[in-house]
Structures are given as C-alpha cells and as structure tokens.
C-alpha cells in the first residue's frame, strides 16, 4: 500500500467521510475545497492532529500547512521527508 492510500484510508476513516473510497480518490486531487474532499479549516487542525498521531510528523505553521495540504501527493511527500 502507497503512502497515499494510506492516507486516504485514514482520512476517510478518522474524518468519517461517508460515499467515497480512497480507490475514487487520485493522488494528485486535492484534499480541501470544493474540487477535492470538501475539507474546511476545521478539518485541517483535525487533519494536523491525525498526521501527527499516525506518523509522528508535525505541521507547525499555517504557512507550511497549506503547501503541504495541497495534494495527496505533496502531504505524502512531507511525510516521507520528515519521518523519523
């Protein structure tokens, strides 16, 4: 399994997103708005908070969070580089 699907699946678990699978999810979508998951900002400190408890990554600032969040792809590359 993919980072990415990994992240979906976890996703889509702890943020109980109903009628969707991380199969109908590409990588490259993007996680907030209207054209990705329909996430808002009160999801993205939920989703800071999931990140850290599943991958011992921590997002520290707003700034980073939104270059990071922009896809499955950039969140799973984040993750790659600062996993310990």
Same mark, same amino acid.
């Given at each position: 399994?993919?980072?990415?699907?990994? &992240?979906?699946? *976890? $996703?889509?678990?702890?943020?109980?997103?109903?009628?969707?699978?991380? /199969?109908?999810?590409?990588?490259?979508? +993007?996680?907030?708005?209207?054209?990705?998951?329909?996430?808002?900002?009160?999801?993205?400190?939920? &989703?800071?908070? *999931? $990140?850290?408890?599943?991958?011992?990554?921590?997002?520290?600032?707003? /700034?980073?969070?939104?270059?990071?969040? +922009?896809?499955?792809?950039?969140?799973?590359?984040?993750?790659?580089?600062?996993?310990?």
């Amino acid at each position: 399994m993919t980072i990415q699907n990994k &992240l979906k699946e *976890i $996703i889509i678990n702890d943020l109980a997103l109903e009628d969707i699978s991380a /199969a109908e999810i590409p990588d490259d979508s +993007q996680i907030f708005g209207e054209e990705g998951l329909g996430l808002d900002s009160l999801d993205a400190v939920e &989703l800071v908070i *999931i $990140i850290q408890k599943h991958f011992g990554v921590q997002i520290k600032d707003m /700034a980073k969070g939104r270059e990071v969040f +922009q896809s499955f792809n950039t969140l799973a590359a984040f993750i790659q580089e600062n996993q310990k």
